[in-house]
DNA sequence: TAATCAATCGAACGAACGTTCGAACCATGG
DNA sequence: CCATGGTTCGAACGTTCGTTCGATTGATTA
């Protein structure tokens, strides 16, 4: 609260007169953040058919925001559970939806493909992937999140050993940087 | 550190009688649990030569101690920057190791099988499907660390259009259970 | 027995934190 | 002009945290 309350130069007691606690702060935070996510994915996903491209436009857009606001989200992933009361059921609730959609995801490729594996252990993996992130991204050493979520869904989608990666004859989504 | 002494049943004060701070201990605690894995890991690997299969190890070896510390995973993740000082860069150096360790693996894969593809992001985003665990990992749904492995290993490997999770013919790491 | 020393503890210190409260400010409308 | 009410602030409160200190215990040794 006093590192907010320094960095937007507003006294500690003016943030209590528009926030009526930490907690309720981060709840707004978290809604805020997690409703912006999943309704950008839904736009994106309008109109794509192809599960893998769905897949790579997923894994674009999760990237993408997590990269844009990679400090909040550091802050986020440390105060998951700092929630302890009422409202956290309704953050557990987008990030359910989140997470559905997800699997659905998984299940529209396995019908396409005709697969089977476990969607949940498949989901958590690339949350995972892309959640952790925070932890060594570098612009310089690692690319755009394009580059990025290019190579992870490479990674996902057909693994390290297809031998596909930076070649031809490849789909990508870099058409999707001009978006609204 | 109160809840150390409550649970550990020593007083507050009788803590800091072995351990000199919080930032000692913490340092003390990373430290035997990255050299205990990396240790773990190079066991296991000797004499494995097939670079897949070395692979598996390292990420059931890693999968294994983090779920069985589950509880202090967690916390060790969260307090990873924890340490400002000095003891900090012995910590980097053998997370370094085990770093470069994983990315030696990657290589061999490489070269053996003339793949392509980037090994840091290959090596951080493992790290992240296995590190992300003790955010959703439940042993009733989710099984053992073997099966565990075994997919998250199909996963990073094949992907998930592979289309053999589950099959025959597949090799898996089940011997490995009767380690020393 | 007396002296020593490692081990352990209760009590407290100072700092940081989330939060509250009353006063001060300042634009608006009568 | 004054009164009102939304906005902002400094100062403080109570709690929690990491840490320290002096005293007490209990076994060892001269």
């Given at each position: 609260?006093?590192?907010?309350?320094?960095?937007?130069?507003?006294s500690?007691?003016?943030l209590?007169y528009y926030?009526?606690?930490k907690?309720?702060?981060l709840?707004?935070?978290q809604?805020?953040?997690?409703?912006t996510i999943?309704d950008?994915?839904?736009?994106r996903?309008?109109?794509?058919?192809?599960?893998e491209?769905r897949?790579?436009?997923?894994?674009?857009?999760?990237?993408?925001y997590?990269l844009v606001?990679?400090?909040?989200?550091?802050?986020?992933?440390?105060?998951?559970?700092?929630?302890?009361?009422g409202?956290?059921s309704e953050?557990a609730?987008?990030?359910?939806?989140y997470?559905?959609?997800c699997?659905?995801?998984?299940?529209d490729?396995?019908?396409?493909?005709?697969?089977?594996?476990?969607?949940?252990?498949?989901?958590?993996s690339l949350f995972?992937?892309?959640?952790w992130?925070?932890?060594?991204y570098s612009?310089?050493?690692d690319?755009?999140?394009q580059?990025?979520?290019?190579r992870?869904g490479?990674?996902?989608?057909?693994?390290v050993?297809?031998?596909s990666?930076?070649?031809?004859?490849?789909?990508?989504?870099?058409?999707?940087?001009?978006?609204?």
């Amino acid at each position: 609260m006093r590192d907010l309350s320094r960095a937007s130069g507003v006294s500690l007691s003016g943030l209590y007169y528009y926030f009526e606690s930490k907690e309720r702060l981060l709840y707004l935070i978290q809604k805020h953040t997690f409703t912006t996510i999943l309704d950008k994915l839904k736009t994106r996903l309008e109109g794509v058919a192809d599960p893998e491209q769905r897949i790579r436009i997923f894994i674009l857009n999760h990237l993408e925001y997590f990269l844009v606001n990679q400090q909040g989200m550091k802050v986020l992933s440390h105060e998951d559970e700092a929630l302890k009361n009422g409202p956290s059921s309704e953050i557990a609730a987008i990030k359910r939806t989140y997470y559905r959609t997800c699997i659905g995801l998984m299940d529209d490729l396995k019908r396409a493909q005709g697969l089977d594996f476990n969607s949940r252990t498949a989901v958590m993996s690339l949350f995972g992937m892309i959640n952790w992130i925070y932890t060594w991204y570098s612009p310089r050493v690692d690319g755009s999140a394009q580059e990025l979520a290019q190579r992870m869904g490479d990674i996902f989608l057909t693994g390290v050993t297809a031998g596909s990666s930076g070649l031809k004859h490849r789909k990508d989504i870099s058409d999707l940087s001009s978006r609204p």
